[in-house]
Nanobody
Framework: QVQLVESGGGLVQAGGSRRLSCLAS??????IGWFRQAPGKDREFVAA?????????YYTDSVKGRFTISRDNGKNTVYLQMEDMKPEDTGVYYC?????????????????WGQGTQVTVAS
């Protein structure tokens, strides 16, 4: 099975940038997604990428144009590059793996989860 470890969280000023990493282990093919959870709120979808060559990427509307998801298969790592960050981006960020080929923006379609990394954006 896939195991996921997030890293790269921390404090960033509004308008700044941060890159999160998700190190994945395992031999099966999975889509990888990023989710975040703000205090008192549900865990929400942020971005996802499929495993195949030329895979499509998906983003929630609030991060389009600011966040970029990418992968480095040689390093078994998926990244979330976050630019022009806003206070509302604050939360615990989780990477997750899905065995599904479709609807990977849905939390219920993910099978494995990392422990999360805290991202705090100061205004």
């Amino acid at each position: 099975q896939v195991q996921l470890v997030e890293s790269g969280g921390g404090l960033v000023q509004a308008g700044g940038s941060r890159r999160l990493s998700c190190l994945a282990s395992g031999f099966s093919r999975y889509a990888i997604g990023w989710f975040r959870q703000a205090p008192g709120k549900d865990r929400e979808f942020v971005a996802a990428i499929h495993h195949w060559s030329g895979a499509d990427t998906y983003y929630t509307d609030s991060v389009k144009g600011r966040f970029t998801i990418s992968r480095d298969n040689g390093k078994n790592t998926v990244y979330l590059q976050m630019e022009d960050m806003k206070p509302e981006d604050t939360g615990v960020y989780y990477c997750a793996a899905s065995e599904r080929n479709y609807y990977i923006q849905l939390r219920t379609n993910y099978d494995y989860w990392g422990q999360g990394t805290q991202v705090t954006v100061a205004s």
